[in-house]
T-cell receptor, first 111, second 114 residues
């Protein structure tokens, strides 16, 4: 079993929908939880990150971590076609420089 | 100009050939990484370096070697390429500080080994 599990999708939704992207993990040492967005034929770019449990909001995006269940979520409100990309979760332990990437979930938002 | 550049962007080679992928950065970052990305497998770490004299193996280093020629340059070599090394390769950089959570990725090199 991989340390970080993420459903590869694709997840197809209509424009304006609320999107929920999720990861589960097994390493209790993970303290920082990053979400990267990768457009086709591009390198990943950091979207946002959270520290420990709780929520963090940035515009239409909300990252949520539940350490008790080892569950990571990214919510996208009012999804747009420009949100179509692959989303990778990438947690890391506090003392490590190395994040562990999930496989990524492909999201398609159709007009 | 891009902060993290990779050359070549695309490469087709034959089994058994030696090939080098190069990464340069103008961000002044100490940490540099090489990843490969395969469909369904996500990003996997090949090697990483925290400064010119520091080289570390990642999850899947077999069949690969690296060279950190300078703070700004980190090269990945395939000594004898094989078809299952066909993948998308990314270089990434990050600041030295452990409090930094962002890695900055290059545009990728698409490698095909026939």
């Amino acid at each position: 079993q991989k340390e970080v599990e993420q459903d590869p999708g694709p997840l197809s939704v209509p424009e304006g929908a609320i999107v929920s992207l999720n990861c589960t993990y097994s390493n209790s040492a993970f303290q920082y939880f990053m979400w990267y967005r990768q457009y086709s034929r591009k390198g990943p770019e950091l979207l946002m990150y959270t520290y420990s449990s709780g929520n963090k909001e940035d515009g239409r995006f909300t990252a949520q971590v539940d350490k008790s269940s080892k569950y990571i979520s990214l919510f996208i409100r009012d999804s747009q076609p420009s949100d179509s990309a692959t989303y990778l979760c990438a947690p890391r332990a506090g003392g490590s420089y190395i994040p562990t990437f999930g496989r990524g979930t492909s999201l398609i938002v159709h007009p | 100009d891009a902060d993290v550049t990779q050359t070549p962007r695309n490469r087709i080679t034959k089994t058994g050939k030696r090939i080098m992928l190069e990464c340069s950065q103008t961000k002044g970052h100490d940490r540099m990484y090489w990843y490969r990305q395969d469909p369904g497998l996500g990003l996997r770490l090949i090697y990483y370096s925290f400064d010119v004299k520091d080289i570390n193996k990642g999850e899947i280093s077999d069949g690969y070697s690296v060279s950190r020629q300078a703070q700004a340059k980190f090269s990945l070599s395939l000594e004898s390429a094989i078809p299952n090394q066909t993948a998308l390769y990314f270089c990434a950089t990050a600041p030295r500080s452990l409090s930094s959570n962002e890695q900055f990725f290059g545009p990728g090199t698409r490698l095909t080994v026939l």
